[in-house]
């Protein structure tokens, strides 16, 4: 659950940059031609090739959307929404089908981690961050003592999941969690983030005309889920509303919340950037193998600037998200915290990596390997076919690179005597191709 968690709120994030590069174009044109019309459903079945995504299958869906909504009444009735909520939210709810196109999209050019962190912590955002805890620094103050969850990670969510709020998405919520819950390959899943909009809704905490998100219906500056609203939400300001989108004390303690309730742990960082000495075994950087931070030091692990360790007795992992050309970090539990917000390596180590630059931290200070070509999909499909075909087990061929593949990418590196640090260069394509 959590995987398909982090597939729907990477693209939504994605689909949010591009709605907002075209909701400006659209405003400077505003005055000559009218804005463009939302686009339509592309009416092509889906890439994933699952049977509730083709074209026919979506059209059926569709016609059926009515009955569909009905069938949950009993569930929405269950959780305490009246019936008046649900007819009012429902009745004239149309399916949006656009979404489906959303759901299914691969784009076949990855982006390297490295843009992706350029984009997400650039010094605008940085600026705009600053200016956010400047503004609200007495709620950091209050939030900070009732939580221990530190402001600048939670800062950092807020600007890397919306910019600070002014992306958070324009889809009615219930439309998109309904058109989810009834069409499509994620059914089952999205019928419960639509129950919980409809509670939502019915307990007034969010009002209707605010519940608006991204297409996967994640809503409000720091983009909760409907799921995790319910688990997670908080009324700061004391008006008996959980206003996790126009109240700023209830986002910013809602999001604290949720992380406290992860696990984080207060007064420690998420991570620390590191250099590794020459010689070093990059064996050792493999998520299972935690040791203390004194045992790091021990075999040769610093800080780019010299600067101790706060607490040698912390447990951290190595991660080295570009391999052995780039740089590497420390990684301590709260890093892990941060992935359950949202399972993705690269989107938790922005969050941390922004979080210290609104602390006032420089930046990375080790290169990327911008120099890489990054693998295409199919390169990576055709790399874990090729692994899989030499013996290297990682499971079925995705075009996705895992831990499992990571791992099979290493086992090959150490046989044929390459250093083991699991990265997809073009290089060890390359090799197992002309083997
Ligand atoms: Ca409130």
Redesign the pocket.
Known sequence: MRTALRTFKIAALTAAALGALTSASAQQTSAITPPPAKPEWSGQSGASGHPQMTAEAIRAAAADFPNCLERLWPDAARRGVSRETFINHTAALTPDLRIMDFLDAQPEFVRPLWEYLDGLVSNQRVLMGQEVLAKYRATFDQVERAYGVDRHIITAIWGVESRYGDMAGDRPVIRSTATLACVGRRQAYFRDEFLAALEILHRGDVRPEQLKGSWAGAFGPTQFMPSSFKRYAV?????????VVD?I??VIASTANNLKKDGWVSGQPWGYEVELPIGFDYLLADRARQITIREWEKLGVRRPDGRPFARPDERAFLLLPAGAQGPAFLMLPNFAVMMKYNPAEAYALAIGYLADRLRGDGPISQPWPRHEPVLTRDERRELQELLLSRGFDLGEPDGRLGPRSRVAIREFQVSTGLIPDGFASADILGRLRNR
Do not use: L, M
């Not at 009324?235 to 206003?243: E, I, Q, V, W």
């Open positions: 009324d700061f300001d004391g008006d008996g509303r959980r206003d109240s004390p209830d």
